[in-house]
């Protein structure tokens, strides 16, 4: 007589160790019921009776009643946290990144809410743009050649947006929204990435012009625990919506027809902890697995994009008329002056005029210099007696013992006579050092 069949779950530990990182046998019981699929459930372990969170990716039957296997202990949540799709980007991420898919995961699903889940309904209206609304996303769209095709055909396009502010809002904040709501109009979801709270909120007021605000699903690390499982489990719904978050919200489990990233340059698109994905390289593993539309927006284009788009692999998308900064000079007249400032005047008048109609870059060489101070004729009190070397420039003031330089206490700080630090630590009468503060005669 052939043995009996069971009921067995392929399960996917919640573990960042990497031996774990692969599908587990358990036996479903059958006092479990029907078990779906992406649910969490706790499994044991072989190792001191100890008892794991874990997903549940299949539910098979097999024929052989007779293999050892443990139980599941017991089925946490009913709510399929995790989706098939979602699953699959998470082990694609993680073997490229040599890492493995619960650390993936671990930053997309949040934890569990009893109350919010238990108040969720998952019925969620679908809701559209107005007439109105969807007119002035396909002005805004019609700017840049190409990109309604791109939308329209799931292509991919790296888009040099216009540096410019519209109605108070920059216009890279208006192009994205406006992407989101044409894909939105059509019964698609769109994920749009940027990389600080400070351009989430330019882009949540761009898209209030644009879509309902029920369509909105914000995805950040400001917001607090219930409100981000919450609107996690809006993500899970099959009613599209507009994901808007930092890199983590590349791997939002909706099925999305568009995602964006606004400056992939960004250092904070880098995911710190491992397997250290960045929201680019996770979006070009979405919109392969996917077929989703890809748009890579900046008002310049990081090395990475313009490799794909010199492959072919992106399409080159520009305004039609592009709109470029006016960009101001200093002279080397204004520079060789005696009274030269840090900031020469032409520039800072330009710059005082500029900034009643938009933002104003300042660009320099580089951040500082370091904090020590330097002396020059006889105008800046000093420590111990300053040389010119023999083209008459000053040089970096010295401490009395003759170590270190004087400096400030901090960087940033204004190098004042009184109290400068040594930079090497003074030796008192034992020889030790000491963290003494050098004074010149004229401070004391």
Not at 37 to 61: E, F, N, Q, S, W
Not at 268 to 293: H, I, K, M, T, W
Request: charged share 25%; hydrophobic share 45%; proline share 8%.
């Amino acid at each position: 007589m052939p043995p009996e069949s069971r009921r067995i779950a392929r399960v996917l530990l919640d573990s960042p160790l990497p031996q774990l990182d692969r599908l587990f046998d358990y036996a479903l019981p059958a006092a479990l019921g029907d078990v779906p699929r992406g649910v969490r459930v706790r499994v044991p372990l072989r190792t001191a009776g100890r008892v794991i969170d874990g997903y549940v990716i299949d539910v098979d039957t097999e024929d052989d009643a007779e293999r050892p296997l443990s139980e599941v202990e017991t089925v946490v949540s009913a709510v399929p946290v995790l989706p098939e799709r979602l699953h699959t980007l998470a082990r694609r991420v993680a073997d490229r990144a040599a890492g493995s898919a619960s650390d993936v995961l671990r930053l997309v699903i949040p934890k569990r809410q009893v109350r919010v889940e238990k108040a969720w309904t998952a019925d969620s209206p679908v809701v559209r743009p107005t007439a109105e609304a969807l007119a002035q996303a396909e002005q805004i769209i019609a700017v840049y050649d190409g990109l309604a095709d791109v939308l329209d055909e799931a292509g991919r396009a790296a888009v040099e947006a216009v540096p410019r502010l519209d109605d108070g809002v920059q216009a890279w904040a208006r192009l994205l929204a406006a992407s989101a709501a044409r894909m939105l109009a059509a019964g698609k979801s769109s994920i749009l990435v940027v990389p600080d709270h400070r351009d989430l909120d330019r882009l949540l007021a761009a898209l209030d012009a644009l879509v309902p605000s029920e369509a909105v699903v914000r995805h950040d690390s400001r917001q607090t625990n219930p409100d981000r499982y919450r609107a996690f489990l809006r993500t899970l719904e099959d009613a599209p919506c507009i994901v808007v978050g930092n890199r983590s919200a590349v791997y939002a489990p909706v099925v999305a027809g568009l995602v964006a990233i606004w400056d992939d340059g960004d250092p904070l698109l880098g995911e710190p902890l491992s397997p250290y994905v960045n929201a680019r390289d996770a979006a070009l593993l979405r919109q392969e697995l996917e077929g989703s539309a890809l748009l890579f927006a900046g008002h310049t284009r990081t090395t990475d994009v313009e490799r794909l788009v010199v492959l072919g692999w992106l399409q080159d998308v520009r305004a039609a008329r592009r709109v470029l900064p006016r960009v101001v000079l200093s002279t080397p007249q204004e520079m060789e002056q005696p009274t030269a400032q840090r900031m020469p005047s032409s520039a800072f008048l330009a710059a005082r005029d500029a900034a009643a109609e938009g933002p104003v870059l300042v660009q320099v060489s580089r951040p500082g210099f370091s904090h020590r101070s330097c002396a020059r004729n006889a105008g800046l009190r000093r420590a111990a007696p300053i040389a010119e070397d023999r083209w008459g420039h000053g040089i970096a003031a010295r401490c009395r013992c003759a170590a270190g330089a004087v400096g400030a206490r901090a960087r940033g700080r204004v190098p004042h006579a009184r109290p400068r630090r040594c930079g090497w630590p003074h030796r008192g009468a034992s020889g030790r050092p000491t963290n003494s503060v050098a004074r010149s005669p004229e401070c004391e």
